[in-house]
């Protein structure tokens, strides 16, 4: 019986981060782990409500109330059970997801602060690693039909886990040089050290997954061959066509880079040199991603705009601007907009916001500077309005508002237009719609015998997503294969968050 008085008697509370001089001194995660102490307290706060909407936020439907009461008694192997028999990387969403179970736990209701419910899920994992090393579970019988996994992120993950504690014969083809799609060279290692990562693979193999990297999907090995080899495919490329702003005068200049290019780029240079390294080199190809010493703007407001600008401060850049399309958000849920338990408008503000930088609100770049030898020296800005007519954004700019921001490196973090054209398409014979995704019918079949999932299929979003969006493929692909019994389906492929309207 969970402490009906919790959330009277404890605030909440998360642990300190490391302080900001350290941390951006090297590259390792903001967040210390948290004593058992202040866990336990903080577990105590849930109120094991009898119809917990932290399940209708979260889209894995993790059993938020049992593991918090497991953890509050210090039950700890049954917490770490409870806990992946719904997430097969809670490691990966208790340091990553921005958490719309919290944005829906029924303490937010009435002025009270939600249960720290992501802090106590990544203590959970990694008291999972500190207990047995995550122990592999594989098969005990092998089905002898086989599955491609095409793409190596969130979702192919979890759906090739799934798929081999069923007994099929998985591979996972991978074109980058390393598994882990986005969270192993798009998300900076401050928020995600890729030990983490390379524990999964570790257990991944020894439950059968075989990993093939290096091997591009449509231009190395044909769909022809693939389907000749494997009984199943999943497609779980991602959405990785970064937006881009061609219109704007000057976006030929030199120093104007997609954001991906820098993060990717600054992540390899942090996997090649190993943990704790303070500084950056300049890049085998020359790509003068290295803010050192430079003005940077990022333009946009999101994930991938916070993390350049934390990777930029690591690199020792002069000064940041961040640039927002949008009016700053309140900090208060305005409960006319967006009422609980739905996902609030906020301004949010990550670890990284609070390591420097200026964050400037309602403006748009009307042109990238020239030096006078194609290198950009400035970004022109002017303040703006943004309404919606008819489904369509139109952003006026304020005349007489326009400015200059010294810029040597600008970094367009503008959003994604869903996944990329590539052979592959083609071949699998799949089409990106108009938003660029990949439509699947309710059994997660984008044609026949090929499956799709995570960001390709739902267009850019979020890790939990992607997990949730490869088990339930993964259920269709044992059904579709034949396999003896279920597998859970956590959402179907039309759902959607939770929405007031
Ligand atoms: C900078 C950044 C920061 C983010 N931060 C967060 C965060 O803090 N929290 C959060 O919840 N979400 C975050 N996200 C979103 C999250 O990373 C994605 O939603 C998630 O990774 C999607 O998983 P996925 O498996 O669908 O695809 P991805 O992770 O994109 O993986 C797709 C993989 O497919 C591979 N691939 C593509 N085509 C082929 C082919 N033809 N052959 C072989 N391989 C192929 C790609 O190389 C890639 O490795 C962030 C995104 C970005 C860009
Ligand atoms: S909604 Fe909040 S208080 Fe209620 S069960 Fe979920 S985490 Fe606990």
């Not at 829906?104 to 994992?125: D, H, M, N, R, W």
């Not at 969130?154 to 969270?183: F, K, N, S, W």
């Not at 500077?369 to 954004?393: N, P, Y």
């Amino acid at each position: 019986m969970p402490d009906p008085n919790g959330f009277l008697r404890y605030d909440r509370r998360l642990p300190a981060r490391r302080p900001v001089p350290v941390r951006i001194s090297d590259w390792r995660e903001v967040y210390p782990p948290a004593g058992e102490e202040l866990i336990r307290e903080q577990a105590t706060r849930c109120m094991d409500c009898g119809i917990p909407f932290c399940h209708d936020g979260c889209p894995l439907g993790n059993r938020i109330p049992d593991w918090n009461d497991l953890v509050r008694t210090g039950n700890w192997d049954a917490a770490v059970e409870s806990l992946h028999a719904t997430n097969n990387f809670p490691e990966f969403t208790g340091r990553l997801c921005p958490a719309p179970c919290e944005a829906a736990c029924v303490l937010g209701l009435g002025g009270q602060q939600p249960v720290t419910i992501k802090q106590v899920e990544v203590e959970i994992a990694d008291a999972a690693v500190a207990r047995d090393g995550l122990r592999p579970r594989p098969a005990l019988t092998p089905t002898g039909r086989s599955v491609a996994v095409v793409g190596s992120g969130p979702a192919g993950l979890a759906a090739a886990q799934q798929l081999a504690r069923a007994g099929h014969t998985v591979t996972v083809y991978e074109r980058d040089d390393a598994i882990g799609g986005l969270l192993r060279y798009g998300i900076p290692d401050f928020k995600l050290e890729k030990q983490h990562i390379d524990k999964r693979l570790a257990q991944l193999t020894a439950e059968g997954v075989r990993f093939r990297t290096g091997v591009h999907v449509g231009v190395d090995v044909t769909a022809e061959q693939m389907r000749a080899e494997h009984d199943a495919v999943l497609l779980a490329c991602g959405a990785l066509q970064g937006r881009d702003t061609p219109e704007t005068p000057g976006r030929e200049l030199r120093g104007v880079h997609q954001a991906m290019s820098h993060l990717v780029a600054a992540n390899r240079v942090v996997a090649a040199a190993g943990d704790g390294r303070p500084a950056l080199a300049a890049l085998p190809d020359g790509t003068p991603i290295d803010a050192a010493g430079k003005h940077v703007v990022i333009i946009g407001g999101g994930d991938t705009a916070a993390d350049c600008l934390g990777v930029a401060h690591r690199q020792g850049a002069a000064g940041v601007h961040q640039l927002d399309l949008y009016p700053q958000p309140p900090t208060e849920r305005d409960a006319a907009r967006d009422p609980w338990p739905t996902w609030p408008w906020l301004l949010r503000n990550y670890p990284a916001h609070e390591e420097g930088g200026e964050r400037v609100f309602a403006v748009a770049v009307q042109e990238f500077v020239d030096d006078g030898t194609g290198q950009v020296r400035a970004v022109r800005i002017a303040e703006v309005t943004v309404e919606k007519v008819d489904g369509r954004r139109i952003v006026t700019p304020l005349p007489g508002s326009e400015r200059e921001i010294p810029a040597d490196l600008v970094l367009l973090a503008i959003g994604f237009e869903g996944t990329e054209e590539q052979p592959l398409l083609a071949q699998f014979g799949v089409t990106r719609n108009g938003r660029g995704a990949v439509d699947a019918r309710g059994d997660w079949q984008a044609a026949d015998g090929v499956f799709v999932a995570g960001d390709m299929h739902r267009g850019a979003s979020l890790i939990v997503w992607a997990i949730a969006e490869g088990r339930a493929a993964a259920a269709a692909i044992h059904t579709y294969l034949g396999g003896v019994g279920e597998l859970p389906a956590p959402v179907d492929p039309a759902r959607q968050p939770l929405a007031a309207r």
